[in-house]
T-cell receptor, first 110, second 114 residues
Framework: AQRVTQPEKLLSVFKGAPVELKCNYS??????LFWYVQYSRQRLQLLLR??SRESIKGFTADLNKGETSFHLKKPFAQEEDSAMYYC????????????FGTGTLLAVQP | NAGVTQTPKFQVLKTGQSMTLQCAQD?????MYWYRQDPGMGLRLIYY???????DKGEVPNGYNVSRLNKREFSLRLESAAPSQTSVYFC?????????????FGPGTRLTVL
């Protein structure tokens, strides 16, 4: 079955603390994974994609095929990182359909 | 460029009423998608259109219909609204054929069915 699991509904950390948002997937093919973010009163937007192996706003995510994970990490959280984060898995080949996890709300306390 | 636009922003319906949610994109994207977002359930795909002239069901299509009017526009219709369709609806578009292609989202429509 194709599935994305984000086990934490809410992650609360203090400013300057490390952050790790967990994402596990189930997919029989070669996975293509994304992190999308939704800041308060803004539209959903792409944060990063595993294929680019990039760091955006200090966030990184490494695809671990052995553990079927794509956790999002940042060494030092900032208050402006507070948002809803969704992990997404591309399925359906050329249709580019996405399966989203249930999301994790990151709250960074001052 | 406006990106992906959606109308209306808010809507309240009574059970049994019908309505159409409009979505348009000005990025010359091939593919368009409709999602619903519910608390604790993330985003779920309702319908999608991989290219102009084609539409297909997603994960939760029951109670909805779609029309890909042209390359720019993709509408979602509720024929007989039910309280279970209370949700936030997002439209998205994507330029197909790009490796690691990004879906661009609209601002959403918040729908309440009484």
């Amino acid at each position: 079955a194709q599935r994305v699991t984000q086990p934490e509904k809410l992650l609360s950390v203090f400013k300057g603390a490390p952050v790790e948002l967990k994402c596990n997937y189930s997919y029989s093919g070669s996975p293509e994974l994304f992190w999308y973010v939704q800041y308060s009163r803004q539209r959903l937007q792409l944060l990063l994609r595993h294929i680019s192996r990039e760091s955006i706003k200090g966030f990184t995510a490494d695809l671990n095929k052995g553990e079927t994970s794509f956790h999002l990490k940042k060494p030092f959280a900032q208050e402006e990182d507070s948002a809803m984060y969704y992990c997404a898995l591309k399925v359906g080949g050329a249709t580019n359909k996405l399966i989203f996890g249930t999301g994790t709300l990151l709250a960074v306390q001052p | 460029n406006a990106g992906v636009t959606q109308t209306p922003k808010f809507q309240v319906l009574k059970t049994g009423q019908s309505m159409t949610l409009q979505c348009a994109q000005d990025m010359n994207h091939n593919s368009m998608y409709w999602y619903r977002q519910d608390p604790g359930m993330g985003l779920r795909l309702i319908y999608y259109s991989a290219s102009e002239g084609t539409t297909d069901k997603g994960e939760v299509p029951n109670g909805y219909n779609v029309s890909r009017l042209n390359k720019r526009e993709f509408s979602l219709r509720l024929e007989s609204a039910a309280p279970s369709q209370t949700s936030v609806y997002f439209c998205a578009s994507l330029l197909a054929g790009v490796l690691g292609g990004e879906q661009f989202f609209g601002p959403g429509t918040r729908l309440t069915v009484l």
